[in-house]
């Protein structure tokens, strides 16, 4: 199989968007502005954080913010020269600073870019655990979701089979998603 006839590809997995459970879009963005636009996306990795924090600044943009992000990766302890610039050329009164795995931050960095955020609209992050800043929305994944994209991506999907899978990855549905990706490209059925 092509990597591109898979259905588990990467680009159609990442057009699936985050779905909130419990909690209208409306509530969640209201939320926010009572935490005055200063709060974290909370989850283990795999369950949507980022995603989320796509979604969100798209219909934060969609209200006239503009939105400044910069994405951490594991290991990566400062902002760096390239980041702090995107983050904090000129900040003004409607720009939202987004910064995806803001856990990653040594503590001096974490103090930094608290400091600096103060002249923009708002400061949102994301990070494994609360802490950071007060809690906005905690992402959690379960089985019915992970059956729910594996149906829209390729038609089908066993429950027990799905059951099985999303306990291997201890909800991590990136991680179930890749492994269903590699079983479609060696032939195998799900």
């Known amino acids: 199989m092509r990597a591109r006839d ?4 990467v680009q159609r997995v990442h057009a699936i968007r985050y779905r909130l459970a419990g909690v209208t879009w409306e509530e969640l963005l209201e939320r926010l502005a009572a935490l005055d636009f200063r709060a974290a996306l909370v989850g283990p990795h795999g369950h949507g954080k980022t995603t989320l924090l796509e979604d969100l600044g798209a219909r934060l943009a969609e209200r006239g913010f503009q939105i400044r992000t910069a994405t951490l990766r594991q290991g990566e302890r400062r902002l760096g020269p390239v980041r ?7 900040p ?6 987004l910064v995806d ?6 503590p001096l960095s974490w103090w930094t870019l608290r400091l600096r955020s103060r002249a923009a609209a708002g400061l949102v992050v994301t990070s494994h655990r609360p802490g950071l800043l007060p809690v ?3 992402c959690r994944t379960t089985p ?10 390729s038609g089908a999907a066993d429950g027990e089979e799905i059951a099985e899978l999303f306990g291997r990855h201890r909800g991590d549905l990136r991680l179930a998603l890749r492994e269903l990706y590699d079983a479609r490209s060696r032939g195998a059925l799900l």
């Open 136 to 138: 906005l929305h905690e």
């Open 144 to 153: 019915e979701l992970l059956a729910e994209i594996v149906a829209e991506l």
């Open 6 to 9: 898979n259905p588990f590809a």
């Open 84 to 90: 702090h610039a995107a983050l904090f050329g000129d």
């Open 101 to 106: 795995g803001a856990e990653q931050l040594d």
């Open 92 to 97: 003004g009164p409607r720009d939202l600073l």
